[in-house]
């Protein structure tokens, strides 16, 4: 099966621009989620969906970040305005139903650095 | 809550010999926990876990790994190390957080295997 996929790889941007980035997951998994991985520190989770509605969202700085998965497959994950601290892998990762039974897959991430 | 410490940031092995990464969690329901693998430049893929049936899990790779409760330990061990292990391990603890399990990360340890 084709895995998570991921777009752009790497970007580089200055502080206060925007950016956005892709996530394609496996067909056919409900659950879609974005992590960003600090340099040094395991992911961190940003946003979860199931389907297209929002099941946690409470670790996202939503006077910056936003992120939809419309009709249930594809997502997007934003950054307006974006600072230094924000630079990061962004990983997305999908799973068939609840991760206690099956595994999540990830994508290969979205490196980022605010300059 | 639920948290992870995987103790040591940095371990290094000589091929042919044990591997061993440490992971302890803290929990306050009954834990679902994971090892996962990340090779440079990837995402994350999934070793191994322990849902609450055998306490001695085997994963991929020659990879396995114990539950402890009374140590609330899930360390990973492989008898002989490749040069292949070579990566980054993290330990990862996910538990009921009002409707949704939520998985939460520890910091990683990188493993590096001299010839």
């Known amino acids: 099966e084709a895995g998570v996929a991921q777009s752009p790889r790497y970007k580089i941007i200055e502080k206060r621009q925007s950016v956005a980035f892709w996530c394609n997951p496996i067909?056919?998994?409900?659950?879609l989620y974005w992590y960003q991985q600090i340099l040094g520190q395991g992911p961190k989770l940003l946003i979860q969906?199931?389907?297209?509605?929002?099941?946690?969202d409470s670790q996202l700085p939503k006077d910056r970040f936003s992120a939809e998965r419309l009709k249930g497959v594809d997502s997007t994950l934003k950054i307006q305005p974006a600072k230094l601290e924000d630079s990061a892998v962004y990983l997305c990762?999908?799973?068939?139903?609840?991760?206690?039974?099956?595994?999540?897959?990830f994508g290969n991430g979205t490196r980022l650095t605010v300059t | 809550a639920q948290s992870v410490t995987q103790l040591g940031s940095h371990v290094s092995v000589s091929e042919g010999a044990l591997v061993l990464l440490r992971c302890n969690y803290s929990?306050?329901?009954?834990?679902?926990l994971f090892w996962y693998v990340q090779y440079p430049n990837q995402g994350l893929q999934l070793l191994l876990k322990?849902?609450?049936?055998?306490?001695l899990v085997k994963g991929i790779n020659g990879f396995e790994a114990e539950f402890k409760k009374s140590e609330t330990s899930f360390h990973l061990t492989k008898p002989s190390a490749h040069m292949r292990d070579a990566a980054e391990y993290f330990c990862?603890?996910?538990?009921?957080?009002?409707?949704?399990?939520?998985?939460?990360f520890g910091k990683g340890t990188l493993l590096t295997v001299n010839p």
């Open positions: 969906f199931q389907n297209n509605g929002v099941v946690d």
């Open positions: 067909s056919g998994h409900a659950t």
């Open positions: 929990s306050s329901v009954p834990p679902y």
């Open positions: 322990y849902t609450s049936a055998a306490t």
């Open positions: 990762a999908s799973s068939l139903v609840d991760l206690r039974y099956s595994p999540l897959h």
């Open positions: 990862a603890v996910s538990a009921k957080g009002g409707s949704n399990y939520k998985l939460t």
